[in-house]
């Protein structure tokens, strides 16, 4: 059962466009949505992450826009630049579980390449 | 500050073989786990740790054996490699919210696995 679905599988943009990346869950438990972004030959890195008592949070030129009752969150680059070229990985996992310990659930990742 | 080492980078193995794969870090972190990313298939929980001396099960655990007997270590063994092993292997660590509000992953840069 895949939790947290990632669409689209690629994605090509121009320089300076906006790629949008959506992800949409089933567990309503969860309450912690990163992002990932990952270069070739690298480990994923932690992009931006919300929480659900928000509905949107700006780091940058990257936002996320979460939608509490669709169950669903995306990400958005503005002004999108050769060097964002990577894949990106939304994932979620449930924080407030007592504090034991939690565990990302990822989506299948996005790949994105912005020309030039 | 290296935070997450993995080794070894690159490791060719034959059918039946095994080996370990090694994590370090050095941020003091409770959790640790190790991921495989294969392509298409994003990023898949094999074995996590919450804490030294502890480990659990993750999504895909079957063929893969864990230890963590200092906190700064995580190893994954292959006991019997098998070519469905074939894949990229990523460890990561983190906090516990017991210990930080800042509960982002922390990943190595991958060990590639090929086996032949």
């Known amino acids: 059962q895949q939790q947290v679905k990632q669409s689209p599988q690629s994605l090509i943009v121009q320089k300076g466009g906006i790629p949008i990346i959506n992800c949409a869950y089933e567990?309503?438990?969860?309450?912690?949505f990163p992002w990932y972004q990952q270069f070739p030959g690298k480990g994923p890195a932690l992009l931006i992450a919300i929480r659900p008592d928000v509905s949107e949070k700006k780091e940058g030129r990257f936002t996320i826009s979460f939608n509490k009752s669709a169950k669903q969150f995306s990400l958005h680059i503005m002004d999108s630049q050769p060097g964002d070229s990577a894949t990106y990985f939304c994932?979620?996992?449930?924080?407030?579980?007592?504090?034991?310990?939690?565990?990302?659930?990822f989506g299948k990742g996005t790949l994105l390449t912005v020309n030039p | 500050n290296a935070g997450v080492t993995q080794t070894p980078k690159f490791r060719v193995l034959k059918t039946g073989q095994s080996m370990t794969l090694l994590c370090a870090q050095d941020m003091n972190h409770e959790y640790m786990y190790w991921y495989r990313q294969d392509p298409g298939m994003g990023l898949r929980l094999i074995h996590y740790?919450?804490?030294?001396?502890?480990?659990a099960k993750g999504e895909v655990p079957d063929g893969y054996n864990v230890s963590r007997l200092k906190k700064q270590n995580f190893l994954l063994g292959l006991e019997s490699a098998a070519p469905s092993q074939t894949s990229v292997y990523f460890c990561a660590s983190s906090y516990s919210l017991r210990v930080s509000a800042n509960y982002g992953y922390t990943f190595g840069s991958g060990t590639r696995l090929t086996v032949v």
């Open positions: 994932a979620a996992s449930i924080v407030n579980s007592g504090g034991s310990n939690y565990k990302l659930t």
């Open positions: 740790s919450v804490g030294e001396g502890t480990t």
């Open positions: 567990n309503t438990a969860f309450d912690y």
